[in-house]
Structures are given as C-alpha cells and as structure tokens.
C-alpha cells in the first residue's frame, strides 16, 4: 500500500520516520509522494511544549477521515497512552517512540484482521529498524546526508523537560555497530552524517559503547570522542555533525577532536536553557553561568568563526525581569551565532509543573521578542565577520526562491547562497569554496571560486 510519514518535532523524529519508511519499503510498501496520495498516514508526534504535541495531534486528527489507515507515533503517543483513543477515536494505531519497529506488523494485523485501536507505548527497547535507512531514490531522504542514532533516551531529568519520560533511559549504540552502519551510508554516497542523541555527548555513559580490545589509536578515555576520532578515518566521508549537547560534555577531550578531526564541523549546538544561576539551578540543569560561557570560549579559542548555537527558554517559572536580562547578556557574551528561544510550558509529569506557571503569557512573549531581535542583530554582526573569507560549502541543491542561485551549509551550519556561473554545472552532494561577499542575519551570499 501506499504511506506517508509526516513529521514533527526534532531530528530524532525526523531521523525515526527515515527508518519506518525503511523498515514499511522492506515490508513491500511504498511511499506516497504526498499524503493525498496515501493510502496509510502516519504522524509522527512530539510532545515537548504543549503546542507541539496540538499540532502533531491535530494534523493526525484531520487526515482520520480521508485515509484507509492512520497511525500516530512518537513522543506524545507515550505521554498520552490509552487516551489518545479517547483524543482520537477514529485513530487505528498508535505506537511510541522506542518501538516503531513494530508499524509494519501493526499496519499488517490492522489489513489482515480488522483490529483496531492497536497500541504499543514501549519502555526502554531498542527499536527494530534503528539503524535501516530507505533507498534515497524510494524515499525522502537526501542522497548525501543522513542522520545517524548514536544514543537513545535520556537520563538528565532536567526540572521542565518531559523528553525522559518519553523516550525512555539512556541507551548508547555500540561503536562497532555506529561504524559499519556510516561506512555503508558513505558507499552509498553520504557524504555528510549527523550524529543523534539528545544529550549525544553522554554517549557510552550508562552502557559502555566500545568492548575490550576495540582500537583506540587516539588514546581516548571519553567514549564519544574516541567514536567522532574513529569516524574521521572512514575515506569518503567529508562532514560529521553530531547534536544535541549538554554543556557539561564540552571536555578537553571534545576540543582535542574539533583540533585533530578536520571532518568534524566546528558547529556546537549547546543549549544554555538560561544565563541565571538562579534558574539554573532550579532547572537542574548542573552548570553555572560562568561554567557554561568558559566551554564557549575553550571552542572560540581554539577558532573564533566556531559556530555555537543554543536553545533558550523564558518565562520558566519565578524567572524575574533580572533573571532574564542575566540571560539577555549571557547571550551577548556568548556570541550565540544562532539560538531558538521557547516559551516555558508545562509538561504533566515533570518537576517544574508542580510550581506556579506564574511569568504571564504576554510576558513570555514580550521576553521571546526580545531575545529574537537581539538574536537578530548579533546574527548579523557574526555573519558580517565572515564578509571576505571563504568557506567550504557542501552543495545542496537550487535555492528555493530563486533558481538561479545554489545553496549549501558551511561547516558552521551557516547557509551560504551562490549564483550559478555559466558554464560550471553545480553537483549535489560536492564540496565547493565561495567567497562570502555579503552577510545577513539568517545567510551568507557569495561568488564560487
Ligand atoms: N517548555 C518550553 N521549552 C522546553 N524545552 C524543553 N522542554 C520545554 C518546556 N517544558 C526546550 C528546551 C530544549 C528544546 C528542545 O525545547 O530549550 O532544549
Ligand atoms: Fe519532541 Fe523531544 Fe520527542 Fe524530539 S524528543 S520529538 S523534541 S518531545
């Protein structure tokens, strides 16, 4: 039959949906172009602010009545539980997000039998699938890039965050089975992977990664280090990008591989939460203020184009107007080069959501407008450092308002647009050189060279 897998929330989904799309291709399904097209639909949900979890329940909720069959995965499908029936009543499965392994027999019991209302919530497993990734030609998945899970769930229990309970206890991959999985991707053309965790750097904490006697030429101790130092050795690869970041897993380790790996982008996205030690603490988020802005400038030593980026959420509660301007200037120290700013939600479950939701909705909002113009100008001034340098750009494709112009990331993750020259035929996927003539806040333009 005919799928369409429509997404929401962070790469990790985005990278789950790669691999049901993988696992429902094996299976002998096909994939829609479009879910009109579609005889099966699955929404693969988050649920990390209230909002999130609406969308991705509401979109599954409108396509109900159009398709054979509609199925709901992910994150707010193990915070709802049995309820998403009651939210969903037409709704014909609903499975969470360590067992998407089972949509396939799922989709099959729900053709061959009739059943319906079919759940699997899952605990800590490690999904079937996890490491399949479709055909690109038979997929939507670019042909030179691909996400790769490293780590699964999370055992930082951060006050606001519901991802723990969702997504279940730490579980690293093992090294041997990360390296096979990017060497194959990179004899199939990858040339780009990104690392996937959320909290990607306690890869090997809870269970060892690598086994007694695996090579460790660079003498590591730290076990994600030692895996981006192995990775860097694969020919053929050209980029390693990993996230998320918890600040606490910037070691000397991690910098000695930005020195050593030439493949490892010199992208950090570290998500600083607040600049108040007060709220800090209480978010039990375990740095301070001044702890966080020295790994900053252990990266910007080491190179001061070094991209950092960051998520920021205002309004947690009891966040005083001195505790946000405390976060105002921290990412003015910090010289974020690009951040995403949240508005706190509370989320059933968690420790915060015991406390007062007391900063007012207006004031969240006042606070997040705040944060995305000052975010708005530095992106401009770190962009404007760039004017004159040139960059390695990996070449994605036409850019999308205009043609005649490519696009493609620098190792910073920055967007970089380019007109094309006559006579040069762009490739996807191939590592070019552009001089950067102009910048803006979100992009940089220039001339291939
Ligand atoms: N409310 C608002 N933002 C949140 N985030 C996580 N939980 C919440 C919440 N309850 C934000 C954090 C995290 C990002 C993915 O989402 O900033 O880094
Ligand atoms: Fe959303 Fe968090 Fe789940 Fe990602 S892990 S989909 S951000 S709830």
Request: a neutral charge; proline letters at 6%.
């Amino acid at each position: 039959m005919k799928f369409f897998v429509h997404t929401y929330g962070c790469q990790m989904n985005v990278r789950d949906s790669e691999a049901v799309e993988a696992l429902m291709i094996a299976a002998g399904h096909e994939r829609a172009r479009s879910e009109e097209d579609a005889e099966i639909v699955i929404v693969n949900s988050c649920t990390v602010r209230q909002k999130a979890e609406e969308k991705a329940v509401g979109k599954a909720g409108n396509l109900i009545a159009a398709k054979k069959i509609t199925g709901l995965m992910g994150c707010a499908v193990k915070r709802m539980g049995e309820d998403v029936f009651k939210r969903l009543p037409k709704l014909d499965f609903a499975v969470g997000p360590r067992c998407f392994g089972l949509i396939p027999h799922i989709v099959d019991r729900i053709t061959a039998g009739g059943e319906r209302h079919v759940i699997e919530t899952g605990a800590d497993e490690v999904p079937d699938g996890i490491g399949a990734h479709p055909d690109s030609s038979k997929s939507g998945a670019s042909p030179f890039q691909a996400y790769v899970t490293v780590l699964l769930g999370c055992d930082n229990r951060c006050s606001y965050c519901i991802v723990p309970d969702v997504r279940g206890h730490e579980y690293s991959r093992p090294a041997n089975e990360v390296i096979a999985e990017v060497k194959s991707l990179v004899e199939n053309g990858v040339k780009e992977v990104c690392l996937l965790g959320q909290s990607v750097l306690r890869y090997g904490v809870r269970n060892p990664a690598w086994r007694d006697g695996d090579p460790n030429p660079g003498g590591f101790k730290e076990a994600f280090p030692r895996l981006l130092h192995a990775l860097n050795g694969i020919p053929g690869l050209e980029r390693i990008r990993f996230t998320s970041a918890h600040p606490k897993g910037c070691t000397d380790e991690l910098v000695r591989v930005y020195r050593e790996c030439p493949k490892v982008c010199r992208h950090l996205h570290l998500p600083v939460q607040s600049g108040s030690d007060r709220i800090l603490s209480g978010m039990g988020r375990r740095y301070t203020r001044d702890e966080y802005l020295s790994a900053v400038s252990k990266l910007r030593t080491l190179d001061p184009g070094f991209a950092v980026t960051t998520d920021v959420i205002v309004g947690y509660p009891g966040e005083t107007d001195e505790d946000f301007e405390m976060t105002r200037s921290l990412m003015e120290e910090a010289g974020f080069d690009n951040s995403f700013i949240f508005k706190y939600s509370p989320r059933p479950g968690t420790r915060s959501a015991l406390l007062p939701d007391d900063v007012p909705v207006a004031e969240k909002e006042r606070r997040d407008q705040v944060l995305l113009a000052d975010q708005e100008k530095r992106g401009a001034r770190r962009n404007g450092l760039l004017v004159g340098s040139v960059r390695r750009v990996l070449a994605e494709g036409p850019s999308k308002r205009n043609p005649a112009r490519w696009s493609g990331r620098d190792g910073g993750n920055r967007i970089v647009v380019w007109d094309v020259k006559e006579g040069v035929v762009e490739r996807q996927g191939s590592l070019v050189d552009i001089k950067i003539t102009e910048a803006h806040p979100q992009t940089l333009i220039g001339e291939r060279i």
